[in-house]
């Protein structure tokens, strides 16, 4: 994925499926200079930072987070 497309999927108000390694996460930073995104895996709840690179948009849409 690239930087762009990780702040367009954070700040939606779609939920959009992201995966890290086979794991649906959640976006909750991105980094434009180290190129790095905070996540949370949602099946341990963990917070982990990694390579906006090595995370996969999966293009689905699985709902809609109401403001």
């Not at 992201?18 to 930073?29: A, G, M, R, T």
């Amino acid at each position: 994925m690239d930087l762009h497309r990780a702040h367009e999927i954070m700040v939606s108000p779609d939920k959009i499926t992201v995966l890290y390694k086979d794991h649906p996460v959640w976006i909750e930073h991105v980094d434009n200079n180290s190129q790095t995104a905070q996540i949370r895996t949602l099946d341990t709840r963990k917070i982990i930072g990694v390579y906006v690179e090595d995370l996969i948009d999966t293009g689905e849409v699985i709902g809609s987070i109401k403001q």
